[in-house]
């Protein structure tokens, strides 16, 4: 009897997010709530495309020059140039000098995939660093570009609930030169907690001295703060510093193009001279990956921000998320409060972004999904998105009583 050359195969793991979202659908509660998948929702708990992208939408529709033509191997120029101009600033001297340019991803995972394999087997980096708790993908990503050496740097203070910031240093102190070292830009994910500036200050002081590279992941410029120019403060620090570096960005969350799939590379070098070396490269990668991305999203970005009108009504609409992320913390926070509830909640007001690193056990969180249907990562961390007036009472009480059921202890804490 012949055996199939399939035979063998290990199951691999379900990847956790995708597994709640899709035990969230299936479940048939009532009061279910989902706080798992990062992406923003309404007050009524939908989906929210941004009337700034219908209206450009239907102009591009009703547009007789637009066609389904390939884009170019990196990308829409005008999307690039635009969205590179939104992170480093209008005025930015590395963008005067020539010493900065942008290509288009497959959004933010794209491009940091691209920069992986870029760092990995063309400037032969082996060694990357990310923070300790980060986003799950950072390690599978880089390790897939072809890093050989992955490690944490401590980020994450359980005590204080807040950034770690001496043990921060003294990891990328201890770092070994041309490390590459992943710098969340703004609205940490999973924690919701940024340096401050000071803070930035001595992170680039470190990262100067160890000649280490920073990549930055900036997945929130805009919707963490409401303040484009706020969220880009550590990007913009290194470049004033003359620190080489690239950034990875993503407009899914702050356009809410999350299956547009719309990302840029920005690579900020010391020396103009090398960029044409630097994007032939950066071609033949993207040419052995995807040949090159796609159009309507990056279209769609290109023309907003381009549009002094339509910039401006999209700025009110990042306000308009960030806002109500802002007031889902506070009511939150409040009604634990009110509750009498355990422990300390402060920090929830005090992070910032969609997301909230809660401090809430693995056994608690697991008490909330199987007795609530309140679905979070194991990690305790929950989307403020999936929070509206409907569902925070209902929320506030299940972690209230789940936490006087199954108290705090260091051995179940996975903080």
Request: contains cysteine.
């Amino acid at each position: 009897m012949s055996t199939t050359r399939f035979s063998g195969i290990k199951l691999g793991p379900p990847i956790e997010v995708f597994a709640l979202q899709k035990a969230f659908v299936e479940d048939t509660y009532e009061k279910k709530v989902n706080l798992s998948i990062g992406a923003y929702r309404t007050n009524e708990g939908k989906p929210w495309v941004l009337p700034v992208v219908r209206k450009v939408e239907k102009s591009l529709a009703a547009d007789e020059l637009q066609n389904h033509e390939y884009l170019p191997v990196l990308g829409l120029d005008a999307f690039s140039q635009a969205a590179t101009t939104m992170l480093l600033g209008t005025d930015s001297p590395v963008i005067a000098q020539n010493r900065a340019f942008g290509i288009q991803t497959l959004s933010g995972t794209g491009a940091l995939r691209v920069a992986a394999e870029f760092l990995c087997r063309i400037l032969h980096y082996d060694t990357f660093y990310y923070s300790r708790p980060t986003w799950e993908n950072h390690k599978l990503v880089f390790i897939n570009g072809g890093f050989k050496k992955a490690c944490e740097y401590i980020y994450w203070n359980p005590t204080t609930r807040n950034v770690d910031i001496e043990g921060m240093l003294k990891d990328l102190g201890d770092a070994p030169e041309n490390a590459v070292i992943i710098l969340h830009a703004c609205a940490h994910n999973p924690t919701g907690c940024d340096p401050t500036p000071e803070q930035w200050n001595k992170i680039a002081d470190v990262i100067q001295e160890k000649r280490l590279f920073p990549l930055f992941d900036s997945a929130y410029q805009g919707f963490a703060s409401g303040d484009l120019d706020k969220d880009a403060f550590a990007v913009r620090l290194f470049a004033e510093r003359g620190i080489e570096f690239m950034c990875t960005q993503s407009f899914a969350k702050n356009f809410g193009l999350y299956n547009e799939r719309v990302g840029n590379l920005v690579v900020v070098m010391s020396d103009a001279k090398e960029i044409a070396q630097t994007k032939s490269q950066l071609t033949l990668i993207v040419r052995g990956m995807y040949s090159n991305p796609p159009n309507h999203g990056a279209r769609i970005v290109a023309t907003v921000l381009r549009n002094p009108d339509l910039f401006k009504e999209w700025k009110g609409h990042i306000c308009t998320m960030s806002n109500r992320i802002k007031e889902m913390r506070k009511s939150l926070h409040e009604r634990l409060i009110r509750l009498g509830t355990p422990g300390s909640w402060e920090h929830i007001t005090q992070q910032i972004g969609m997301f909230s690193y809660t401090g809430l056990t693995e056994r608690q969180v697991e008490h909330l999904i199987n007795h609530y249907h309140i679905y979070m990562l194991r990690s305790g961390r929950i989307n403020m998105c999936g929070l509206n007036e409907f569902n925070l009472d209902y929320v506030a009480n299940a972690i209230y009583e789940t936490v006087v059921l199954f108290p705090e202890s260091e051995k179940n804490c996975i903080c």
